[in-house]
């Protein structure tokens, strides 16, 4: 059963899109669309280059961004990405924040998170990448929407920190929050060879190595957060993550008590077949940070 009723209130896609309206309006995604018997639309939703032409064209129908995606890179699940930044929004307005900056942390090609968030909510972002080719694609994806003003897109040289070398080079930036789409794979070697689906999703898995997998996984990866939060506490007020499986939430509780942090929250993204959680942290004790999804509409 769909969980689209327990979707984020503010999703522009609780209500899943017409995809007849689409097709008829977008001749790119009509080439992509299979009619059924009954004369309805479906799409095969195995098929990167069905999910790359779909997310387009939502991106195109719904916010006006035209967005490119890097050959083999992560093609975006829209109202998955939308559900993280509403609860952020939610976080933002529990918190009275009235100019809001954020980091995103591995922005890949489509820069997705930074494009919705200056698009949808005029916040300004920082968007950090490690692979040059995604870098390229995101910094175009910027120009050619014409919001270079409210997104910086930051090549990271060093792969083995996430702060670090761009605090180094501009000390004095401050931002409201931090984000990121972790690595859910844990072993790197094995990947192309085992690729498994994570149960629930329906969709073909789609991006590169440095995309979809890091030695131990999204734990091991939030982790490091964690640890570098540590580090640059009065650069970022609130740092957040999303979590892939369940299981692995505890593990992160347990890591985030163990260095002194007990101000946290985690919540739940439904979209779909699928949920994900997210998790929320600070070292501000006078920041709320218990709310719920249905708290703020």
Same mark, same amino acid.
Request: net charge positive; hydrophobic share 40%; charged share 25%.
């Given at each position: 059963?769909?969980?689209?009723?327990?979707?984020?209130?503010?999703?522009d896609?609780?209500?899943? #899109? @017409?995809y007849?309206d689409?097709?008829?309006?977008h001749? $790119?995604?009509?080439?992509?669309?299979?009619?059924?018997?009954?004369?309805?639309?479906?799409?095969d939703?195995?098929?990167?280059?069905?999910?790359?032409?779909?997310?387009?064209?939502?991106?195109?129908?719904f916010?006006?961004?035209?967005?490119?995606?890097a #050959?083999? &890179?992560?093609? #975006?699940?829209?109202p998955?990405?939308?559900?993280?930044l509403?609860?952020?929004?939610?976080?933002?307005?529990?918190?009275?924040w009235?100019?809001?900056?954020?980091i $995103?942390?591995g922005?890949?090609?489509?820069?997705?998170?930074?494009?919705?968030?200056?698009?949808?909510?005029?916040? @300004?972002?920082?968007?950090?990448? /490690?692979?040059?080719?995604?870098?390229?694609?995101?910094?175009? @994806?910027?120009?050619?929407?014409?919001l270079?003003?409210?997104?910086?897109?930051?090549?990271?040289?060093?792969?083995?920190v996430?702060?670090?070398?761009?605090?180094?080079?501009?000390?004095?930036?401050?931002?409201?929050?931090?984000?990121?789409?972790?690595?859910?794979? =844990?072993?790197?070697?094995?990947?192309?060879?085992n690729?498994?689906?994570?149960? *629930?999703?329906?969709?073909?898995?789609?991006?590169?190595?440095?995309e979809?997998?890091?030695?131990?996984?999204?734990? =091991?990866f939030?982790?490091?957060?964690?640890?570098? &939060?540590?580090?640059?506490?009065?650069?970022?007020?609130?740092?957040?993550?999303? /979590?892939?499986?369940?299981?692995n /939430?505890? &593990?992160? *509780?347990?890591f985030?008590?163990s260095? $002194?942090?007990?101000?946290f929250v985690?919540?739940?993204?439904?979209?779909?077949?699928?949920?994900?959680?997210?998790?929320?942290?600070?070292?501000?004790?006078?920041?709320?940070l218990?709310i719920?999804?249905?708290?703020? /509409?």
């Amino acid at each position: 059963m769909t969980q689209n009723v327990f979707m984020h209130p503010r999703n522009d896609f609780k209500i899943p #899109p @017409n995809y007849t309206d689409l097709a008829i309006k977008h001749a $790119d995604f009509r080439k992509v669309c299979i009619l059924n018997l009954e004369g309805t639309v479906r799409l095969d939703m195995r098929s990167p280059k069905t999910l790359q032409v779909l997310s387009k064209t939502l991106l195109r129908e719904f916010f006006e961004l035209e967005v490119d995606f890097a #050959p083999g &890179s992560l093609i #975006p699940t829209i109202p998955s990405r939308l559900n993280y930044l509403l609860w952020i929004e939610d976080l933002s307005k529990s918190l009275n924040w009235k100019e809001i900056s954020g980091i $995103d942390i591995g922005c890949g090609s489509s820069c997705i998170y930074s494009l919705l968030a200056a698009k949808k909510f005029k916040w @300004n972002m920082l968007a950090l990448e /490690i692979d040059q080719g995604n870098f390229s694609f995101a910094k175009r @994806n910027v120009e050619n929407n014409m919001l270079n003003e409210n997104i910086e897109v930051f090549l990271q040289s060093d792969k083995n920190v996430i702060f670090k070398e761009y605090f180094e080079k501009k000390p004095s930036k401050k931002f409201k929050f931090c984000m990121c789409n972790p690595p859910y794979f =844990e072993n790197i070697g094995r990947l192309p060879m085992n690729r498994k689906r994570r149960r *629930e999703a329906k969709n073909e898995p789609t991006g590169n190595l440095n995309e979809l997998a890091f030695q131990g996984g999204e734990v =091991e990866f939030i982790k490091k957060i964690i640890n570098e &939060s540590c580090e640059f506490k009065d650069h970022i007020e609130i740092f957040t993550s999303l /979590i892939g499986v369940k299981k692995n /939430i505890t &593990s992160l *509780e347990e890591f985030l008590k163990s260095k $002194d942090i007990t101000n946290f929250v985690i919540t739940s993204f439904c979209q779909g077949n699928t949920t994900r959680w997210g998790i929320a942290w600070t070292f501000n004790n006078y920041l709320k940070l218990n709310i719920r999804n249905d708290e703020i /509409i």
